[in-house]
């Protein structure tokens, strides 16, 4: 059986003050709807949160409903680009912390696939794309794992969108479960963070509800 799923390089550094993080990730959904994820976020009860994009316009901006420890929230991306989020101090207040993110549109698409010999050592991606919304010249890589995350072959130095994208593995059978995900080659040494394709990206630490 063959699954997919998007990965993308991402990760934040303890923190114990009021700060925010902002992580480089591909555009997920939640509620139906494109979302990105900023957080964590540490920060007081009062305290300002706005995220805004290259040209300085305001996407997303919430005043903080209760004292924030390792919180998140869902923003509306207007596609992918540079976004910058910055807690203040109070609406209008002095700015405490921000950080930018790299918004990336990405899309993995991968079909059942058989074999009259009972095994398999070649896997063909039906589409892989990671859009930065400018030249979409962002590397990345195409990883196929199997369910233990054994890593069985890659594609690397890839662009923009590719379709059928063949990939050598080593040999496994045709009732292997592999997953296709795509991992951004900007910064191998950082850990991976899953965001699934058709699902909301959200964190184990669930957003506050907003009205």
């Known amino acids: 059986m063959i699954a997919m799923s998007v990965a993308f390089a991402g990760g934040a550094a303890a923190a114990t003050e009021d700060s ?16 990105m994820v900023v957080g964590p976020i540490y920060a007081q009860k009062g305290q ?10 305001v996407v997303d901006k919430t005043v903080i409903p209760v004292n924030a420890t390792d919180a998140a929230i869902f923003a ?12 203040y101090s ?34 063909t991606v039906d589409t892989a794309s990671l859009l930065d919304g400018d030249d979409n010249d962002t ?3 195409v990883v196929l794992t199997d369910a233990d995350g054994n890593e069985l072959g890659r594609a ?18 045709a009732q292997t479960e592999v997953t296709a ?18 699902s909301s990206p959200c964190p184990t630490r669930p957003p506050w509800t907003r009205t």
Do not use: H
Not at 28 to 35: A, E, F, H, K, L
Not at 76 to 87: F, H, R, S, V
Not at 156 to 173: A, F, H, Y
């Open 181 to 198: 995900t795509i991992s951004s080659t900007m910064n191998r040494s950082r850990p991976t963070m899953k965001t699934p394709e058709t």
């Open 139 to 141: 590397e990345f890589d």
């Open 20 to 35: 925010v993080t902002f992580n480089d990730q591909a555009i997920g959904v939640y509620n139906d709807s494109d979302t």
């Open 76 to 87: 509306t991306p207007d596609g992918p680009g540079e976004y910058t989020a910055t807690l």
């Open 156 to 173: 690397t130095e890839l662009t923009g969108t590719n379709e059928d994208i063949t990939i050598d593995t080593s040999k496994i059978t």
């Open 90 to 123: 109070e609406e209008g207040g002095d700015e405490i912390d921000d950080d930018d993110a790299m918004i990336y549109d990405a899309t993995i698409e991968l079909s059942d696939q058989k074999s009259a010999k009972g095994t398999l050592e070649q896997v």
């Open 48 to 57: 300002y949160l706005e995220v805004t994009d290259e040209s300085g316009e």
